[in-house]
């Protein structure tokens, strides 16, 4: 596995492969890599000819509260397992060759698939994500661009930032992978306590009984919200930050359940936020 620094060499390294008529995948991270990371790595190597990992901790997606000092890194632990997988190339390019001085572009998706959900409560968040992928894409080139379902609003976002930016790539989103209590995988679950990683495992089960309620025909978004909470209230140490019913591809919430929705959460535990979802397809008209 080649790992590269440089950010004309990580260009010239794709521009090369795609000359000999390789395929490219592209799998983006922040590192601290988990069986959910490695799940886009199988994904891409399934399907193109070379996989391309970033690890790059985005200054410029962390709020001035959040976490990005103690953001976990594990980079010695990431290259092995990538080089295992056969992971062709990682890309970890230093922040100062990503943000030259001087440095004054972003991209920011419109109106609400940024406003929504984590975008309530990250205000900038989306923006620093959406303008980080479009230079990475830029550099990589990759032929298709892998995310996790875990991130379903940044998903949503980066398909749209893709479509109307014209980047010659297919978006593919793969699905969460989780604990065997049912956990999504986060790098950020290494900040829980062992009682705050118990009370986390519910969160899950309030999406379990949200797709239940709805198997059993409830339409009532209000109603299906109402069990999901009920699941989640008491926990001690668990405070919702929202529990939403959104349409897949708008993020808008809906009253009246119908075609494709997605079931999303979000919950601090302690300082640690959480974030899950669940996708749902409602039969009938
Ligand atoms: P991150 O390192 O958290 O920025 O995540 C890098 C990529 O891995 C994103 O596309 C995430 O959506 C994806 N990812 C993170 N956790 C999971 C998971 N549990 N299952 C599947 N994909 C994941």
New binding site residues.
């Given amino acids: 596995m080649r790992i590269i620094r440089s950010l004309s060499r990580q260009r010239a390294l794709g521009d090369l492969w795609r000359r000999r008529g390789m395929s490219v995948g592209f ?11 490695m ?2 790595v199988r994904f891409s190597l399934a399907s193109t000819v070379r996989t391309v990992v970033s ?1 790059f901790v ?1 200054p410029m997606q962390f709020g001035p509260r959040e976490d990005l000092a103690r953001y976990p890194r594990a980079l010695a632990r990431d290259k092995r397992m990538l080089a295992k997988a056969g992971v062709h190339a990682l890309f970890v390019p230093p922040a100062g060759s990503m943000y030259p001085r001087g440095f004054a572009t972003s991209v920011k998706t419109a109106g609400g698939l940024t406003e929504r959900l984590c975008g309530r409560f990250r205000p900038r968040h989306f923006e620093g ?1 959406a303008t980080v992928v479009a230079k990475l894409l830029n550099i990589v080139r990759p032929d298709v661009l ?7 609003q ?2 949503r976002i980066l398909e749209q930032v893709t479509r109307d930016l014209n980047f010659p790539c297919a978006v593919r ?6 604990e065997p209590d049912g956990l ?5 679950n290494v900040y829980l306590s062992p009682a705050q990683r118990k009370a986390a495992s519910y969160l899950f089960q309030a999406l379990q009984v949200g797709r239940l309620a709805i198997s059993r025909g409830e339409r009532d978004a209000r109603a299906v919200r109402g069990r999901m909470r009920d699941v989640l209230a008491g926990r001690r140490g668990l405070r919702i930050q929202y529990l939403e019913i959104v349409g897949a591809d708008t993020l808008e919430p809906i009253a009246k359940l119908r075609g494709r929705i997605l079931l999303a959460l979000a919950a601090k535990l302690g300082g640690t936020r959480l974030i899950d979802n669940l996708p749902v397809e409602v039969p009938g008209k």
């Fill in positions: 799998v983006p991270t922040m590192g601290c890599l988990h069986a959910g990371h799940s886009l690890i985005n994500v892998f995310l996790g379902k875990k991130d379903a940044q998903a989103i793969c699905p969460t992978v989780r999504a995988m986060s790098s950020r």
